[in-house]
């Protein structure tokens, strides 16, 4: 099992900056492709960003590419994902997630709790 934590969350006004991190353990972090997904109210949760099990490699939605930005620390076991020039459509209950499988298609086999990002306009 993995289990995943997430922090960073909170209010901030169009036009700032939050970072979300996303701390894992119970399998080797080396193993897990991770990524971070969001819901809005009333939509389906959809994907936002992935980043491979080396680092290398990572791949964003439309929305948001630009403006975020997903990283991972080995040492740390914890994934992050940097957001920049947010708007009020960016609010939702971000998701982190993880995979044992290939990094794309990327399809979570673990969730964290979530947390929630507020945009004010």
């Known amino acids: 099992q993995v289990q995943l934590v997430e922090s960073g969350g909170g209010l901030v006004q169009a036009g700032g900056s939050l970072r979300l991190s996303c701390a894992a353990s119970g399998r080797p972090f080396s193993t897990l492709a991770m990524g971070w997904f969001r819901q809005a109210p009333g939509k389906e949760r959809e994907f936002v960003a992935v980043?491979?099990?080396?680092?290398?490699?990572?791949y964003y939605a439309d929305s948001v590419k630009g403006r975020f930005t997903i990283s991972r620390d080995s040492a740390k076991k914890t994934v992050y994902l940097q957001m920049n020039s947010l708007r009020p459509e960016d609010t939702a209950i971000y998701y982190c997630?993880?995979?044992?499988?290939?990094?794309?298609?990327?399809?979570?086999?673990?969730w964290g709790q979530g947390t929630q990002v507020t945009v004010s306009s």
């Open positions: 997630a993880a995979t044992m499988r290939s990094w794309y298609p990327f399809t979570s086999d673990y």
């Open positions: 980043v491979g099990k080396s680092a290398i490699s990572t």
